[in-house]
């Protein structure tokens, strides 16, 4: 893992603490409306976390690994990430 | 909140199962590959999640709602969770 | 169709005219990453555009099919139309 | 454009043909919804279409940048596309 570890970290603290809000919330059954609005909250905290990630691998592992010659499990790798990332 | 609840917290559980997961992938320096190849399936659980709360909004506080004559309201909320569903 | 017809036209047009300008980059060979800024700028456009029918949809459809009686209908499409914006 | 040139006109034809169904649809001022299905329809060909793009620049231009000594320029352009893609 390459991305600034203790940001990442934080990042992950703070996606754990509002999912448990949203437990909460369920178990309160709270209004729809404003439990998604806070599940739309966590999924965009997720998707920042990703691009962190992404940054970190596409700045470190994939220089590296071709410099190591492994470009075919580098580029393939990435055209994998590329479509998981869309949910393709 | 009107999915079903034991449904929505389980898949709660798992999601933050997962996330514990990850969160012992970072702390051992794990590949970055592998560790977002977990957050992609995070996401996919969050939106799946999502899909069932909007499901259930929809069945339920959307026809109560204008029958108790707080269209417009019911309306206005739609349009905002379609804009943040699409994180526009 | 209940959105502003000739704003909606507007941006029809101005997509297939960006198509026809990444048509003229893919003809002649142009580097994939210009022409891939290009493809993203029409799926944010059409997106936008989605927004717009959509919005359109929740005021004046929506109302409409409930008031004559056909919820279940409006709320089955609404459902799919959810799914669909999300590829889910 | 490193993808295969005739697949990728082939599918902006077809994206444009749909284009101009969605045209006539507006025009002649079709149900919302049934607009919206086609809307979906052609983001998801669009997207799929950068998807080949998208693969033919990793499988080709990558390579051949890094081995020419572009890395810098390389890792940078695929943050900003990976950043694109996602709309963030």
């Known amino acids: 893992m390459h991305a ?3 940001d990442v970290l934080k990042r992950l603290n703070y996606i754990e603490g509002h999912l448990g809000g949203i437990r909460k919330m369920i178990e309160e059954d709270k209004y729809c409306v404003d439990i998604l ?14 691009g962190l990630l ?10 590296e ?3 190591e010659g492994r470009e075919d499990q ?10 998981l990332a869309g949910n393709r």
């Open 54 to 63: 992404v940054e970190g691998h596409l700045h470190t592992c994939v220089p």
């Open 74 to 83: 580098i580029i393939q790798e990435l055209v994998q990430l590329y479509n």
């Open 65 to 67: 690994g071709i410099a």
């Open 4 to 6: 600034d570890k203790q």
């Open 37 to 50: 609005r806070q599940t739309y909250a966590v999924r965009k905290a997720i998707e920042k976390l990703e």
